[in-house]
């Protein structure tokens, strides 16, 4: 059976995304920093597929790097890297955000994506054809709006970053794709505004946000799709959710 290995599988895309391929009767390498959660998932889907856990923070160059050379046979070929562990943080203007919170998302979105793969190239190539690198990014990498600040910037860099590794991963048979969602109803937005549930019920309300299973959906279709097809970008909003003019500050 293929293997995938999906980074934040503890909740929301990740989540979802192992329950998806698990349907399908795939191997899975589940990562994330709660152990509750991943051994919650591995109770959940053993039984019916392998599954190996590993509790990691994708900002810990060193423990990724020893995790990956460490992954025991039956789990060294993977077929699909899922980079999906990320956050937001500070919803509210550059210039009222502690620094602290731009560093985090730094080093979750950036630092930790870019630790993860270069962990996995190696591995990814070793399966070739068929193989992909699905980088979980967002419409905020795309479209500016008030308070996405350093977070939009970070998914930015993964759209970018994505399209760079293409181009090295020409022959190998390895493909990249980013897949941006647009509003989805996860924790996300509890973890971006540190525990505020009526401020998470209140952006979910009264509209139709995407779901984790809506996304996770997306990532297994782009991992199975023939070898030969690359998606180099996947944007995905829900139909409630569109663009607004551009603001003018007036006298
Ligand atoms: P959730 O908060 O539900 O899930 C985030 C996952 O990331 C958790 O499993 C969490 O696991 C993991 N994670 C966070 N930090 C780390 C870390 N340092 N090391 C390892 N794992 C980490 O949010 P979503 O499912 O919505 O988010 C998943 C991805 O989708 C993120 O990259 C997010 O930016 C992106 N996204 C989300 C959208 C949305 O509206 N929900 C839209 C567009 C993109 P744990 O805490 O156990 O470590
Ligand atoms: C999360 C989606 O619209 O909050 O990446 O930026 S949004």
Redesign the pocket.
Known sequence: MPIAMI?????????AAARRFAADGWSLIL????SE??EALEQELEGKVEVLTLT????DAEAVARAVEALPAGFREVTCLVN?????LAPKPAQEVDLADWHTMI???VT?LVNVTHAMLPRLIATGAGASIIN?????GSWPYPGGHV?GAT?AFVEQFGYNLRCDLKGTGVRVTDI????????????RTKGDQAASDALYSGTT??Q?ED?AEQIFHVATLPEHININRLEVMPTRQTWSPFTIDRD
């Open positions: 980074t934040g599988a503890t909740s929301g895309f990740g989540r990562t994330g920093r709660r959660r991943l990691l923070d994708v900002r999906n562990a990320g956050l937001a080093d979750t979105n930790g979980i990014g967002s419409v905020a977070y998914k941006s969602p647009g509003m989805a109803e996860t924790e996300f937005t509890l973890v946000p995407l984790a996304i």
